[in-house]
């Protein structure tokens, strides 16, 4: 059974840190890596997406991915009350049409 | 512009009765999904559709059952609910990411079920 493991929370950070979220993954053949942001009542959003190992950076996102040691994680820099929501991790299944999703993380920017 | 859209957005009805979501994309994607999250918040896999041919059955009663009229449709037909049925349905849409083999998928807003 392949399985995505995410601490749920919630991370409590100040207003302008930055917020560390971090995904483990059971599939060492997994190649597709993928992070969702949702807020409260909506629907999960794609934010970044990540397929090798290192480091993408968007804006004040950056995911880091290291497939030797199974974890993807994402970073947030100058965190704004606005990042607070529940952040979803999600690795490719059997096939690529799938994701097999984490339970997610729950941050709270405090100002 | 909705790129995926999903209707309705709030359902409540009784045990026992049979209703329908509907969801439409506008993205040109191949793909498209079914999930079910619940008050735990976990997302769960239900159905995958590419090109109107049934790619992924995940374990769900059968009393559950999708339907792609065309590659940009995707219904949820559900006989007989039951409480534990209430939860979000969300439909989502996917296509190959440009430059790479992963599929990006793309959520509709979600339909609330609640069965009293």
């Known amino acids: 059974q392949k399985e995505v493991e995410q601490n749920s929370g919630p991370l409590s950070v100040p207003e302008g840190a930055i917020a560390s979220l971090n995904c483990t993954y059971s599939?060492?053949?997994?190649?597709?890596f993928f992070w969702y942001r949702q807020y409260s009542g909506k629907s999960p959003e794609l934010i970044m997406s990540i397929y090798s190992n290192g480091d993408k950076e968007d804006g004040r996102f950056t995911a880091q991915l290291n497939k030797a040691s199974q974890y993807v994680s994402l970073l947030i820099r100058d965190s704004q009350p606005s990042d607070s929501a529940t952040y979803l991790c999600a690795v490719n299944g059997d096939s690529n049409y799938q994701l097999i999703w984490g339970a997610g993380t729950k941050l709270i920017i405090k100002p | 512009d909705t790129a995926v859209s999903q209707t309705p957005k709030y359902l409540v009805t009784q045990m026992g009765n049979d209703k329908s979501i509907k969801c439409e994309q506008n993205l040109g994607h191949d793909t498209m999904y079914w999930y079910k999250q619940d008050s735990k918040k976990f997302l769960k896999i239900m159905f995958s559709?590419?090109?109107?041919?049934?790619?992924i059955n995940e374990t769900v009663p059968n009393r559950f059952s999708p339907k792609s009229p065309d590659k940009a449709h995707l219904n949820l037909h559900i006989n007989s609910l039951e409480l534990g049925d209430s939860a979000v349905y969300f439909c989502?849409?996917?296509?190959?990411?440009?430059?790479?083999?992963?599929?990006?998928?793309?959520f509709g807003p979600g339909t609330r079920l609640t069965v009293t």
């Open positions: 599939d060492r053949g997994s190649q597709s």
């Open positions: 989502a849409s996917s296509q190959r990411a440009s430059g790479s083999w992963g599929y990006e998928q793309y």
């Open positions: 559709y590419n090109n109107k041919e049934l790619i």
